[in-house]
């Protein structure tokens, strides 16, 4: 992937109020899905997952797993 692909990604990402939300919300500590999710308690499950996508796509977030557990971490590389 091109060095433009990666910024136009990034920035599609932002763009977005909600995702904007969640990377703030992520970067005092990392958080679960559900966790995160009831931070939206007007969004769907499915929504946050769907805005989680994007992130995780921008290299935005970085997801790990641990047992039953979807941690999500913020990675602000890509904005510098």
Not at 40 to 65: D, S, W, Y
Request: one cysteine or more; aromatic letters at 6%; proline letters at 4%.
């Amino acid at each position: 992937m091109s060095r433009l692909d990666r910024q136009e990604r990034v920035f599609k990402a932002l763009a977005d109020w909600r995702r904007r939300k969640i990377l703030d919300l992520l970067a005092s500590d990392p958080l679960t899905t559900g966790e995160l999710c009831s931070r939206f308690p007007k969004l769907h499950r499915c929504t946050v997952m769907q805005h989680l996508g994007v992130l995780e796509r921008a290299n935005l977030v970085i997801v790990k797993r641990e047992g039953r557990l979807r941690w999500n971490y913020i990675n602000a590389l890509p904005i510098k």
